[in-house]
Nanobody, 117 residues
């Protein structure tokens, strides 16, 4: 079993920055990729960014150029650096990890990000 704990959400004004962290625990061997998804009120959960251990990164078009997804491979920790935040970025952000050993997705509890205009 893998547990994912997110932190770093909060309230920020448009144009500001936030950094989210996701720390996995438990059976973390074989976790790849890791990433971030978000869900706004009344909308479906959507991909924000993912990163593999080999450094392959995928960003949603809506965040390209504003968000980055650093990963500390030694700690298996993934971050989401969010710059130039917009009110449209307001959502609950979820950390995701895929275990290729167990062929299973794991999710964190989510952290709220609110961007005021």
């Amino acid at each position: 079993q893998v547990q994912l704990v997110e932190s770093g959400g909060g309230l920020v004004r448009a144009g500001g920055s936030l950094r989210l962290s996701c720390v996995p625990s438990g059976s973390t061997v074989g976790i790849d990729p890791m990433g971030w998804y978000r869900q706004a009120p009344g909308k479906q959960r959507e991909l924000v960014a993912t990163i593999t251990l080999s450094g392959i990164i995928n960003y949603a078009d809506s965040v390209k150029g504003r968000f980055t997804i650093p990963r500390d491979s030694a700690k298996n920790t993934v971050y989401l650096q969010m710059n130039s935040l917009e009110p449209e970025d307001t959502a609950v952000y979820f950390c995701n990890a895929f275990s290729w050993l167990k062929s299973q997705d794991y999710w964190g509890q989510g952290t709220q990000v609110t961007v005021s205009s």
